[in-house]
Every structure is written in structure tokens, then in C-alpha cells.
């Protein structure tokens, strides 16, 4: 049964003097709050805090706690997003005490085995990527952009160019232009052909001594393997500009094909998508990026350095951008990550990949028999959907297709993106999904886009929040959380 | 204004320009009916301050929709002369007259050159044919 208190805020459920003081009396004279603070640091009246019970507060938290869906209790096909099964050990593994208890101003001497470890980590992505160095530093995939970038700027200011464009296709994430303007570049976009590939004659027109850095997502945001990688890499090359290599789909090509085989200068991982780090919640994130030995020099410090048995984390480093996060960036992600690809070794990771291929291409097979797929009969690790024809025939949009997927037990795919395809639904099993929860999935979505048009609008139904209205919690957020029966409408 | 006689971007702005009492021409810029429905239900519109430079092709501000943000294209080369401030307040005036209390900029033009790379309205609804195909 449902506990329909589950929701309810804590302010709701708050009732004066409904606390249990459980600390005993101070044994240490207490002299007045005004002798300790300014008087202009003293609230003039106490926060209007909720007061609770410990077990209602308890409760409040677990029974939210299981309205959540997540990996671990749906099918969670979020294109883009790579949302596959992470391995409860690798959990435990970050949690022994030799990595989540160490302070980092300990002496390098005593965290010996964890720099080991980060020093190990740095020589495997290096090998993933088919680069040369890495920096492990940045706190996310964006960051590892703006980080790279950063690298890029140094490395043609150090070189007397001024270059001022950042060259990224219309399917990119929009991650892409953003670190682009942070960095101090113009972003310019370059089109896609029908097939979805890099349009190459559009590129080539931007090509020029202007042009600093070509990012490119690859395998693209369309599930396609960019096929002339390499020629595009060489004519970038050609007018002296640099690859970017957007990892967020290395997911279908670890082991199989390397960025700096074919052409890219400089990536980013995402452990959260390849490496079994923590999905989702705002962090803490990880984005190890790796470049060439051009580049290397510029990579932010410290980087984690080996002297015959010893590890240290090297600071010296006068051509370094400089630091780009506290202390080593966020570890107990990087432990992750190293736990998964040693648990895998060279032919699991192959194994990941080739599994997240078949399994998106068995279901982009069954899924065609209900919603057309515009780029094609074959993927790598996802595949874009599209639900023009049910909008333009009965009125059935990709987002009712998304809520109404939540009244059958699955998460939503990513909708509306990426916006080169009309009423875009993009799907990405991953490689930890059985052929039966991928048989589920597309016969849902046949149920579905045969159902009442009326039904779907209103989808979902099941949910303990039903259909947002996006408009007005866009147009007139409420910006507070009010208690039940008091107006939240502020205008 | 009637749509008929506007010209078109490949991007979906329209223009239509008129010669003001000094002489200069003035493009009135906004977005086509076939852009807004497309965009979805819109939350947000960001236009530059009259006084602001235009370039043909480059992006004078953004509108955004329940689903994305999209950049706004300028058709011309220009001085922006006035922009419809209201709009933000009533964004409602896109869904509901689009071409006419929902434009978007007026541009002194410093040139008439780029005119000639729009479309007309038969050449633009054929684009939006293809579009939606």
C-alpha cells in the first residue's frame, strides 16, 4: 500500500515542540550568544525549522527514498546517459578505509598505495584513449572539456596563434559550446548530412587559421560511428587545428577502437557512463581528460608521478594551465573506475562494448516495428527514435510516449534530443540488460502508441506526481516550499 | 504583416522592411508560425537592447521552449532601432500573431545585400514541406 505521507514535506509534518532533545546539559558555563557574536550576526528570530520526530523523519526519507526509480529497480534506457548496472563491489571497494578515510593533507608517504592506484589509473586510461598523458583532475565530463580547452588555448598562445574558433556539429551535447564560451572561444556550428554524420563540406568551410579546436562525439549523439574520422582529423590537422574527442559514448568502443588512433588530440572519460561511477544526483563527478604528448605539458597539476617505487604528486609543471580543482579531484569516483577496468581487464572492457552494441541494435530492430528510426537500420550503443508521424497522424508526442513509459515499469528514454531530429526519442539499453527487459520495453511502447491519445496526455498515472505542467513551473516557478492549503503562486 | 509578403531565413526568421521618413530602410525581424510550432510551448525569450550591432547569420538572442533553447538568427545586417520589450512579458503574442504583435526586432540596414540570400514565401513554405517530411 502506498504511504501517502511519503511526500508530504517536512514542514508539513511538523508540530510544535515535536522534538526529543537528545543531548544532555552543557557542563561548561554558556555565556550569552551576544558576547560571542556581533550583534548584526544574531538573527533577530529563530528559523522557522521543522520539528519532528525522529521516526517520522526517518520514515519521510525511506518512503521517499522508494519512489525513486533508478538502475537498480528499473530498466533505465536514458540515451546519452549510459545508465548501465554499476557492480555493488565496486562500492564497497571505495569504501575500505585506505580510500575513504585518508585526509589529503596526509603525508605522501603514508597514501602510497592510493597514489599507486591513481598513478595506475592514469596509465590505463592513457591506453584506453590511445593517448599520452592524462589528467585526472576534473570534477566532471564538462569540466574535462573547459580543462582541455584551457589546454588548447595555452598550447597555441605558447605558439604564437591566435586563434578564436571552437567548431562543434549540430548533434553535439550542449556541454560542447558552453566550455567552448568559457574557454574564451567563439562556437560555430557545423551541419550533419541526412545520414547524421559530420557534414564534411560544412567543416571544411570553417577551416581556417582561425579555427582552433574541431570537438566531435564519437560514436555521435545519434548513435553513429563517424566512419571519416580520420580524414576529417587530418584535414583539421591540416590547417593547424586540434581534435577534441567528447567521450561520453566510449561505452561502444572501449577496447575496440582508440580517439588517438584516429586522429583526436585530446578527451574526455566520463566515469559515470563507462566506469561504474555514481550516476546522476549532481555529483561528486569525474572527468579524466587525455592528450597528446604536444599537450601534455600543459595539463593542470599535480599530476601523480613515479619515482622507481615511489609515488608523488608532481607540481612542478611551469607550462601547466594551473590547478583546476581542490586537491585530486574527486578520488572515491577514480577508485571506481579503477575497480571496473580491473575487474574487467583488456577483453571485459571489449566484451562492455560489444555487448552495449548488440544489445541497442536488438532493440532498435524491435523497436522499428512501432516508431520509425530516421539514421538507419544499424547502430553502435543507441539509436534515435522518432515520433513525428504518431504526433502528426493522432497527436501522440515523444514526451507522452516518455510519461506514459513510467506507468509500465520503465524509465523514460532522453526526449527532444538531439534536436536535429524531430520528436526525438533516443534509447540506450547498455550492455547489463537482458534480451527479455528489452523484449518488455519495445512491446510497451506498441501498447502504447496504440492507446488513447487523451490517456497519454495526461500520462503518468501511476506516479505519486502525476503530469507536470512544464510551462508554468518554467514561466512562474515557485521558488520556497510552502505547506499544504497556503497559496505557493507568487506571480 | 501578411506573411505573403515577408522574406525568410532558412533558420525561420522573417523580415519585412519599409523606408522610414529619413530614408533608411527598416527591417521588422521576428519568427515564423511553422518556428513557433515547432518550438513547442515557449518559457523564455532573451533580445538584445536597442543600440546593439546585428550580423547576418549570427544569433541576436535566444527563445526557449519546454524542450530546448534555440538561438535567434538575424537575417540582416544592422543597428537594432527597437525591440518589442513587452513580448517577454507576452509570450503568448508568438502563438497567437507571430507576424505581427509578436515581432521581435526592428534594424536600420546597412545594406540590402543579404535580402537577397531569403527565401519568399512559396520558396520558404517548400523548405518547411521538406522540413517536416
Partial sequence: MRNTRATQLLTELSREGRYNPLLPDCDVPQPPLEELLPREAIAAELLPLPEVAEPDLVRHYTNLSTLNMSVDTHFYPLGSCTMKYNPKRNERLAGLDGFA?????????????????????????????????????????????????????????????????????????????????????????????????????????????????????????????????????????????????????????????????????????????????????????????????????????????????????????????????????????????????????????????????LNANYLLHRLKEFLPVPQGDCCMHEFVATAKDCKAERGITAMDIAKRLLDYGFHAPTVYFPPIVREAIMVEPTETESRETLDAFAEAIGKIVQEDPELLHAAPHSTPVTRPDDVRAARQPVMRAVAAGENGHEG | MSPEELRYAKTHEWIGVKTDAQGNKVGTVGISAFAVESLTDLVFIELPKAGARVQAGESFGEVESVKAVSDLYSPVNGEIVEVNSELSENLEWLSEDCYGKGWLIKVRLDDEKPLGDLLDFAAYKQQCAEEQA
Fill in chain 1, 101 to 357: 578515510a585518508v585526509h589529503p593533507y596526509q603525508p605522501e608517504e603514508t597514501i602510497q598505495g592510493l597514489l599507486e592506484l591513481l598513478y595506475e589509473l592514469q596509465e590505463m586510461l592513457a591506453e584506453i584513449s590511445g593517448l599520452h598523458a592524462v589528467s585526472l583532475q576534473p570534477a566532471a565530463g564538462a569540466q574535462g572539456e573547459l580543462t582541455a580547452l584551457l589546454v588548447a588555448a595555452a598550447y597555441f598562445q605558447e605558439r604564437g596563434e591566435h586563434r578564436t574558433k571552437v567548431l562543434a556539429p549540430d548533434s553535439a551535447h550542449g556541454t560542447n559550446p558552453a566550455s567552448a564560451h568559457m574557454a574564451g572561444f567563439r562556437t560555430v556550428t557545423v551541419k550533419s548530412t541526412p545520414e547524421g554524420l559530420v557534414d564534411r563540406d560544412d567543416l571544411r568551410r570553417h577551416l581556417d587559421d582561425e579555427a582552433a579546436v574541431f570537438m566531435v562525439t564519437n560514436p555521435n549523439t545519434l548513435g553513429l560511428f563517424e566512419t571519416e574520422i580520420r580524414e576529417i582529423a587530418e584535414e583539421v590537422h591540416g590547417t593547424g587545428g586540434l581534435i577534441y574527442l567528447d567521450g561520453a559514448n566510449m561505452n561502444a568502443i572501449l577496447g575496440i577502437s582508440r580517439p588517438g588512433d584516429f586522429g583526436a588530440d585530446m578527451m574526455h572519460f566520463n566515469p559515470h557512463k563507462t566506469f561504474s561511477g555514481p550516476h546522476g544526483g549532481g555529483g561528486p563527478g569525474a572527468g579524466p581528460i587525455a592528450v597528446t604528448r604536444d599537450l601534455a605539458p600543459f595539463l593542470p597539476t599535480p599530476v601523480v608521478a613515479r619515482e622507481g617505487d615511489v609515488f608523488r604528486l608532481d607540481e612542478d609543471r611551469p607550462r601547466s594551465i594551473g590547478r583546476v580543482r581542490g586537491f585530486f579531484g574527486n578520488v572515491g569516483v577514480l577508485v571506481r573506475a579503477y575497480c571496473y577496468i580491473r575487474t574487467h581487464g583488456p577483453e571485459g572492457l571489449r566484451e562492455v562494448s560489444e555487448n552495449a552494441v
